[in-house]
């Protein structure tokens, strides 16, 4: 089936440190999406990817969907303390897969004033 | 902002009852969604809706689960008899269309099951 290895799996960084993270496959996704999840919340959607090689930011945050279609990264600048939290990758498989999101299992980010 | 709601935020049930987990989903969305994540866990599929039908499940949606929209607005979740192994938080998501658009989560229930 299709799966997504995310890494790392936790980040402990100092305020203002830049953080990056990744999400790998052996087949391909047609979309890639990172969500932020809050202890006891919901996934929020943070940056939506819908073509290999395109590359998008979202204030503090920038993400790239790989020309493979296989990976995906996403990077945040110049951490702050409330950018705690687990960040998940997702992404729709081909249509022939079926329809649902499939997620990486997520990095846990630690920011220490 | 128009978002997905749930409720009830925490859901206490004892071995072997049902439990219902209601969802609003954004009104202009087609398809429907519940995944579920146990604690510490990733996220997992469970089910998706689409035209008043499942169009798929995870081999964890398995005959204890049903989902239904009784009205225009609710999209709920039933857990016929549940197992300790279903206490997680379910999530209700929903999207305008399916594979090429973002899906919005709702904020969860947390299910114990005891």
């Known amino acids: 089936g299709q799966q997504l290895n995310q890494s790392p799996q936790s980040m402990f960084i100092q305020e203002g440190e830049d953080v990056s993270m990744n999400c790998t496959s052996s087949?391909?996704?047609?979309?890639w999406l990172w969500y932020k999840q809050d202890p006891g919340e919901g996934p929020v959607l943070l940056i939506a990817?819908?073509?290999?090689?395109e590359l998008t930011s979202n204030g503090r945050l920038t993400a790239q969907f790989g020309i493979t279609r296989k990976d995906s990264f996403l990077n945040i600048s110049a951490s702050i303390p409330s950018d705690v939290g687990i960040y998940f990758c997702?992404?729709?498989?081909?249509?022939?897969?079926?329809?649902?999101?499939?997620f990486g299992a997520g990095t846990i980010l630690r920011v220490k004033s | 902002e128009p978002e997905v709601t749930q409720t009830p935020s925490h859901q206490v049930t004892q071995m072997g009852q049902e439990v219902i987990l209601r969802c609003v989903p954004i009104?202009?969305?087609?398809?429907f969604y519940w995944y579920r994540q146990i604690l510490g866990q990733k996220v997992e599929f469970l089910v998706s809706?689409?035209?008043?039908?499942?169009?798929?499940k995870s081999e964890i949606f398995d005959d204890q689960f049903s989902v239904e929209r009784p009205d225009g607005s609710n999209f709920t979740l039933k857990i016929r008899s549940t197992k300790l192994e279903d206490s997680a938080m379910y999530f209700c998501?929903?999207?305008?269309?399916?594979?090429?658009?973002?899906?919005?989560f709702g904020q969860g229930t947390r299910l114990t099951v005891v």
């Open positions: 998501a929903s999207s305008v269309v399916t594979g090429v658009t973002e899906a919005f």
């Open positions: 087949s391909i996704f047609n979309t």
């Open positions: 990817l819908y073509k290999a090689g």
């Open positions: 997702a992404g729709h498989p081909p249509r022939e897969y079926g329809n649902k999101l499939v």
């Open positions: 009104s202009n969305h087609l398809y």
């Open positions: 809706f689409y035209n008043n039908e499942i169009s798929e």
